[in-house]
């Protein structure tokens, strides 16, 4: 009889669990979105007017959703509040458009500085020796779980929209990157998507390297030659700020990406 019971207690404990989460997302989204944060997203994002009615809905659903699952911690005395967790939240956001996904589901803490911060990362020598350095940072993704962020980098990213630099778009679409393992470029496609995407963007990572170089001027970062994974942040970062001038300069670039993140943000120009 107390076994039956202890099983008993199990399974609806594991119902419970089961269905929780299901329940919270239908309650977060029946509720009206927070008037404070309203303001916030239409101060720091301007542009969100101009998106299409249905994305507009997306974007408030999703910052909802981001900010009821991911945990955000000051660092260096910078105290947390609505205007940076709206923020940070509404430009990873944007990522996720029109696009059946998770919400990074692999993210759990974001950390935030007031500035840029000091990290210790491996570096390579002339000789192939490697040493650890230490040197500024703007931002840092960690594939299992962590996002780091400079405030004073997020909050220029935002006040300009429009010159290929955000470090929250970079830094999330390395979390984008990293869903199917460490990030190397090539984010969770459909099957018959991969080869095109393989092609494409080795080309054009390819054709950024070398004009970095020849030190010939670039729309994307010449950053991005670092890796392939820096290239597809780089690029992410250039599609959603300089959208015209990539499609001009890159078309097959940017109409992959167009692909892949579902929107066209020169609608939003």
């Known amino acids: 009889m107390q076994a039956n019971l202890i099983l008993a207690g199990i399974c609806i404990i594991a119902v419970l669990v089961f269905l929780y989460p299901a329940w919270r997302k239908r309650w977060l989204l029946s509720r009206s979105f927070p008037a404070g944060w309203l303001a916030i997203l239409n101060r720091r994002l301007p542009f969100y007017t101009r998106l299409h ?15 009821d699952q991911k945990t955000f911690h000051g660092c260096a005395g910078l105290q947390i509040n609505d205007e940076i967790r709206v ?20 993210l759990q ?21 490697v040493r650890l350095a230490s040197r500024d940072m703007l931002g840092e993704s960690w594939h299992y779980g962590k996002v780091i962020l400079s405030w004073d980098d997020v909050e220029h990213g935002v006040a300009d929209f429009s010159d290929g630099h955000n470090v929250v778009l970079h830094e999330f679409s390395h979390q984008l990157d990293s869903e199917n393992g460490a990030p190397n470029g090539a984010p969770i496609l459909p099957r018959n998507s991969i080869q095109i995407w ?26 991005g030659e670092t890796s392939p994974a820096e290239f597809f942040a780089v690029a992410t970062e250039t599609f959603f700020e300089k959208p015209a001038a990539l499609e001009q300069s890159h078309p097959a670039l940017y109409a992959e990406l167009s692909k892949y993140y579902g929107v066209n943000p020169q609608h939003w120009q």
């Open 53 to 67: 009615a249905t994305e507009q809905k997306q974007l408030l659903d999703l910052i909802r959703l981001f900010l």
């Open 87 to 106: 923020t940070i939240a509404a430009e990873a956001c944007l990522l996720l458009l029109n696009r059946k996904t998770e919400i990074y589901p692999r």
């Open 109 to 129: 803490h974001i950390l935030v500085y007031p500035y840029a911060f000091r990290a210790a990362q491996d570096q390579l020598n002339p000789d192939g020796t």
């Open 198 to 223: 393989a092609n494409v963007l080795s080309k054009e990572f390819q054709v950024l390297s070398e004009a970095a170089h020849q030190q010939q001027p670039t729309v994307m970062d010449p950053y």
